[in-house]
């Protein structure tokens, strides 16, 4: 960002920070908050208690470190005024909620739930922690919404190592499908307008986050395993790579799942009614995407109105890119990564507070460039 697109967005970042600025107990930490936002998004090469408390000025990280770790404020309910201010901005009633995972890659045994785990950002097994993330995703733009960091096994059986990092003892283990489904059903609480769900294979194939999905009555398209996932038919039961790889060449169709950073992606599609539905106008569908270079093949188990056309289906499974951009974005833009904590309270400060600077960041965005795009009256 440039130091004049800074000057003209702070009084937006000013709005934010008000709105959870009554979260805070006391003017210092309520001060810091700003002030730690306003680093996270400065332009730093690095984004640590040091950089941060030097770019407001201060002496030393301790003002920092007690804002993340000890400091009196409400983490959760800031977490619900971002989620808020999103949706306030970029809902629409068409938008999608997308589950995600990322690592953030550690040294040493102590961070809270640190191990040496499968990574999605290495692409590896890694000595990493692992967030569970909710995004929200609108033609108006996409952000954070609500995270959880996954404790192994490993963790909540050593209740003393989750003492020394600061994890409460009523914290005990959830899968990561657990988190997704408790941070659906906020969303869901708190209305968050949204059309369809949509994630990857890990959570996909899940038949019991999906069958929660269905109670809910809410529209989903979810990726699932080829080899691992069987679906009902009307004929009886089947693995989904046996059902597409029985479909004729004219059910394919090409169709784009939306724009890519070299253009449209385009691929083949098709899709076979998998259930008969169970609720009056509802439909329930296995989907495939094929490659146009290599032909390598996705699967998509989808739920929802039974009018819903193919190229619906296909831009729904085409928006779960957004999440890896919000990612990739509140990383590189919001130090969503870049932390120096290894207790279990003061990651979720940190994480907060990024996911609401990376919201200002996408939110002030849109603002400027709908008013660049605005109609000129005279």
């Given at each position: 960002?440039?130091?004049?697109?800074?000057?003209?967005?702070?009084?937006?970042?000013?709005?934010?920070?008000?709105?959870?600025?009554?979260?805070?107990?006391?003017?210092?930490?309520?001060?810091?908050?700003?002030?730690?936002?306003?680093?996270?998004?400065?332009?730093?090469?690095?984004?640590?208690?040091?950089?941060?408390?030097?770019?407001?000025?201060?002496?030393?990280?301790?003002?920092?470190?007690?804002?993340?770790?000890?400091?009196?404020?409400?983490?959760?309910?800031?977490?619900?005024?971002?989620?808020?201010?999103?949706?306030?901005?970029?809902?629409?009633?068409?938008?999608?909620?997308?589950?995600?995972?990322?690592?953030?890659?550690?040294?040493?045994?102590?961070?809270?739930?640190?191990?040496?785990?499968?990574?999605?950002?290495?692409?590896?097994?890694?000595?990493?922690?692992?967030?569970?993330?909710?995004?929200?995703?609108?033609?108006?733009?996409?952000?954070?919404?609500?995270?959880?960091?996954?404790?192994?096994?490993?963790?909540?059986?050593?209740?003393?190592?989750?003492?020394?990092?600061?994890?409460?003892?009523?914290?005990?283990?959830?899968?990561?499908?657990?988190?997704?489904?408790?941070?659906?059903?906020?969303?869901?609480?708190?209305?968050?307008?949204?059309?369809?769900?949509?994630?990857?294979?890990?959570?996909?194939?899940?038949?019991?986050?999906?069958?929660?999905?269905?109670e809910h009555d809410q529209p989903h398209v979810v990726a699932t395993r080829c080899n691992d996932d069987v679906?009902?038919?009307?004929?009886?039961?089947?693995?989904?790579?046996?059902?597409?790889?029985?479909?004729?060449?004219?059910?394919?169709?090409?169709?784009?799942?939306?724009?890519?950073?070299?253009?449209?992606?385009?691929?083949?599609?098709?899709?076979?009614?998998?259930?008969?539905?169970?609720?009056?106008?509802?439909?329930?569908?296995?989907?495939?995407?094929?490659?146009?270079?290599?032909?390598?093949?996705a699967y998509y188990v989808c739920y929802g109105p039974r009018k819903t056309r193919l190229m619906d289906l296909?831009?729904?499974?085409?928006?779960?890119?957004?999440?890896?951009?919000?990612?990739?974005?509140?990383?590189?833009?919001a130090g969503l990564d870049e932390y120096q904590v290894r207790d279990w309270r003061a990651w979720y400060a940190?994480?907060?507070?990024?996911?609401?600077?990376?919201?200002?960041?996408?939110?002030?965005?849109?603002?400027?460039?709908?008013?660049?795009?605005?109609?000129?009256?005279?």
């Amino acid at each position: 960002m440039t130091s004049i697109e800074f000057d003209q967005w702070s009084s937006e970042l000013d709005r934010l920070h008000a709105r959870f600025a009554d979260r805070f107990t006391r003017a210092e930490p309520r001060r810091r908050a700003r002030q730690y936002l306003s680093g996270l998004v400065a332009g730093l090469d690095r984004k640590n208690g040091w950089t941060l408390a030097e770019q407001a000025g201060d002496l030393s990280p301790d003002g920092m470190q007690r804002l993340l770790r000890w400091a009196d404020w409400d983490i959760d309910a800031v977490r619900d005024e971002v989620r808020d201010y999103v949706i306030e901005h970029l809902g629409d009633p068409n938008g999608v909620l997308i589950i995600d995972d990322t690592g953030f890659l550690k040294k040493g045994v102590k961070s809270a739930g640190v191990a040496r785990q499968y990574s999605g950002t290495a692409g590896r097994i890694e000595n990493c922690q692992v967030g569970v993330f909710l995004a929200y995703r609108s033609t108006r733009g996409h952000a954070l919404i609500d995270r959880q960091l996954y404790l192994p096994a490993a963790w909540t059986d050593d209740r003393d190592r989750c003492r020394a990092a600061g994890i409460p003892d009523e914290v005990g283990f959830a899968t990561k499908i657990e988190m997704a489904r408790q941070m659906l059903q906020r969303a869901f609480t708190a209305g968050v307008a949204a059309a369809w769900v949509t994630m990857d294979e890990a959570y996909g194939q899940s038949k019991a986050l999906r069958v929660w999905l269905e109670e809910h009555d809410q529209p989903h398209v979810v990726a699932t395993r080829c080899n691992d996932d069987v679906v009902t038919t009307s004929m009886g039961r089947a693995r989904v790579d046996e059902l597409i790889a029985s479909l004729p060449g004219r059910a394919w169709s090409r169709i784009s799942a939306g724009p890519g950073a070299h253009g449209p992606r385009e691929y083949w599609w098709a899709r076979i009614p998998i259930r008969i539905c169970w609720r009056p106008g509802r439909g329930h569908w296995l989907l495939a995407r094929r490659s146009m270079n290599t032909g390598e093949l996705a699967y998509y188990v989808c739920y929802g109105p039974r009018k819903t056309r193919l190229m619906d289906l296909a831009r729904i499974a085409g928006t779960r890119w957004a999440v890896e951009e919000c990612f990739q974005q509140a990383k590189g833009q919001a130090g969503l990564d870049e932390y120096q904590v290894r207790d279990w309270r003061a990651w979720y400060a940190h994480i907060t507070l990024s996911m609401a600077a990376y919201a200002w960041l996408v939110v002030a965005r849109t603002q400027t460039a709908q008013q660049q795009t605005a109609p000129v009256t005279t």
